[in-house]
């Protein structure tokens, strides 16, 4: 089955730099990379995703890139602010939802 | 985005009753839709699939007779803990698949947080 690793666990960063999270996976059937912010006592909120089509993505001061040849893709959040502190999970799936797997996620600190 | 509301957000029980969670998709039509538990500083679990109008696919290790699943309609999938014990306590996630024309997305519900004393 499919296995997603994430680095760093934890992430701790000046407000205004830039942090970015790396994840691996191991399926190469996998199609389908969202990532999503999590904050204390909530569910995940989706804030970007990216299909295997395409390599990189960018919305606003966040933006994902894939290496499909590397299995590996990445998140990259610019001008990092206070409210971008959460843990942030990166997960793999393919078609429909089937084998959607998370990674084990990156706890984002920024410091004012 | 797509949204997915839970209710109860919260819900203590005594060890041994039944607790039933709803998850429901109210802007989208959802024939899937998953369910998942998080334990304390870790990733999401997923437990369950739930399609509309058949039986839900069980992730191994989940036993299928405690967590009960119902996706009787297209915007509605429930989850009910039986006989809940204080190792059942965590914190129930539901999502739901939304497909557009040529893409599907997993959207979140805000979570449940079961105590079981």
């Known amino acids: 089955g499919e296995n997603v690793e994430q680095h760093p666990s934890t992430l701790s960063v000046q407000e205004g730099d830039s942090a970015v999270i790396k994840c691996t996976y191991s399926?190469?059937?996998?199609?389908?990379f969202p990532w999503y912010k999590q904050e204390l006592g909530k569910g995940p909120q989706l804030i970007i995703d990216i299909r295997s089509n395409v390599g990189e993505k960018k919305d606003q001061r966040i933006a994902v890139t894939l290496n499909k040849t590397a299995k590996h893709f990445s998140l990259h959040i610019t001008e990092t602010q206070p409210e971008d502190s959460a843990v942030y999970f990166c997960?793999?799936?393919?078609?429909?939802?089937?084998?959607?797997?998370f990674g084990p996620g990156t706890r984002l600190s920024v410091l004012p | 985005g797509a949204v997915v509301s839970q209710h109860p957000s919260r819900v203590i029980c005594k060890s041994g009753t039944s607790v039933k969670i709803e998850c429901r998709s109210l802007d989208f039509q959802a024939t899937t839709m998953f369910w998942y538990r998080q334990f304390p500083k870790q990733s999401l679990m997923l437990m369950a699939t739930?399609?509309?109008?058949?039986?839900?696919?069980?992730e191994q290790g989940v036993e299928k007779d405690k967590f009960l699943i119902n996706h009787a309609s297209l915007t509605l999938s429930t989850l009910t803990v039986t006989s809940a014990h204080p190792e059942d306590s965590s914190f129930y996630i539901c999502?739901?698949?939304?497909?557009?024309?040529?893409?599907?997305?997993?959207?979140f519900g805000p979570g449940t947080r079961l105590l079981v004393l």
């Open positions: 399926d190469s059937a996998s199609n389908y």
């Open positions: 999502s739901a698949l939304r497909r557009d024309n040529i893409q599907e997305t997993q959207y």
């Open positions: 997960a793999a799936s393919q078609n429909y939802g089937q084998n959607f797997v």
């Open positions: 739930s399609n509309e109008g058949s039986k839900a696919t069980y």
